[in-house]
């Protein structure tokens, strides 16, 4: 099932380097938990909460972009390091930014995200650093 759950967080990042959310990746009762060192950090519940604060964030950015730039499987979880970039609307100044994403996956749907600052956060919370 690991390598299968691999291939759907691929899949879903696919729509999200095309700035979509696809709201049948995600089970009903889906927890996106934004980084907790972050001043707004919050946990968001639903599809349509993560859909609102996805879209929020990339509000302030001007020609956004972003990648999935490695993706591990760690069983019933897949640990996705990305980055984004632009240029803020306000500033015109570029932005550029990493960060990594464990999305824990049951039958087939992502039922929890949780955002980490670096890789090796991500790692350790799986059990695979060191």
Same mark, same amino acid.
């Given at each position: 099932?690991?390598?299968e759950n691999v291939e759907i967080v691929r899949a879903?990042?696919?729509a999200f380097e095309r700035f979509e959310v696809p709201p049948d990746a995600f089970a009903n009762d889906v927890e996106w938990n934004t980084a907790a060192d972050m001043p707004d950090s919050e946990t968001c519940k639903g599809v349509k909460a993560i859909q609102q604060m996805l879209a929020v964030g990339w509000e302030n950015v001007v020609d956004p972009g972003l990648a999935a730039e490695e993706l591990?499987?760690? *069983?019933?979880? &897949? &640990? &996705?390091?990305w980055r984004g970039w *632009?240029? *803020?609307?306000a500033s015109g100044?570029?932005?550029d930014w990493r960060e990594t994403h464990i999305y824990e996956l049951r039958n087939g749907k992502v039922v929890a995200v949780r955002e980490y600052r670096s890789w090796e956060q991500a790692l350790t919370a799986v059990g695979l650093a060191g």
């Open positions: 099932m690991s390598r879903l990042w696919s591990i499987d760690a *069983g019933e979880r &897949v &640990v &996705v390091r *632009g240029r *803020g609307r100044l570029p932005v």
